[in-house]
């Protein structure tokens, strides 16, 4: 079994720990249940979203697949392979997604016993400063719209995170996990470089930064925002593509 980059990047392939008695959520834009990437995993999904149940972006069926992928046609793309039920929670929908929806849809995977959340999204700051600004907001007010925004999501998932800490010792632990953001633009300007987007920037979450492969081993990615708690491969991820096949996706992710 030939391996992508990734899964040998992070030890995966030697480790004797593969997922197994594991259950996973990942709140996303879905899966694509019937790529065959999923065969064997039972996958116990639900829609927070008013669109169709299908991934119909495909993210969220890229980051399932390297979480816990099979093997596809000989190649190794999960670095949890054997990770046997999934809760999939569709929160992310074609016009993004409300943090009270995450909050939602993180309170249906724990009390489905999930021991680790994966959120592949974030707030974007300056994003959002940006779209005000072309509605004709003024500078000044976009920003302090985009800060409460911004204050207003951190308090939240903190308080969220402060919470899943303190139920753990009554039904185990979770690990809540997500995307520092992909912000930044050090391949235009080295000194281009956002911080950490909430949820990711909260107290309580495992943050996760980009990283991709180099003669002398890795570099930051050009887009990985900075002051992550962890960072992994994030470029050119060969993971399971909707519809079926592979494809390679970017990003914190």
Known sequence: TSTAW???AVGADTSSLSGD???VAVLDTGIDASHPAFDGVELVQRNFTGESDEDLDGHGTHCAGTIFGRDIDGKRIGVAPHVPTALIGKVI??????SDVIVTAIDWALRNDAQVISMSLGFDFPGMV???????????????????GYRANILLFERLGSLVQARASFTGPCLLVAAAGNESRRDEDPDFVIAVSPPAAAGGMVS????????????????????????????DILSAQAGGGLTTMSGTS
């Open 6 to 8: 990734g899964i040998h």
């Open 21 to 23: 008695g594991v259950r």
């Open 93 to 98: 929908a074609e016009d993004g997604a409300d």
């Open 130 to 148: 940006v779209d005000l600004e072309h509605d004709g907001v003024p500078t000044e007010l976009a920003t302090s719209m985009a800060l409460e």
């Open 208 to 235: 996760v930064a980009a990283v991709g492969p180099d003669p002398d081993g890795f570099t930051i990615a050009s887009f990985s925002n900075y002051g992550a708690r962890l960072s992994g491969p994030g470029v």
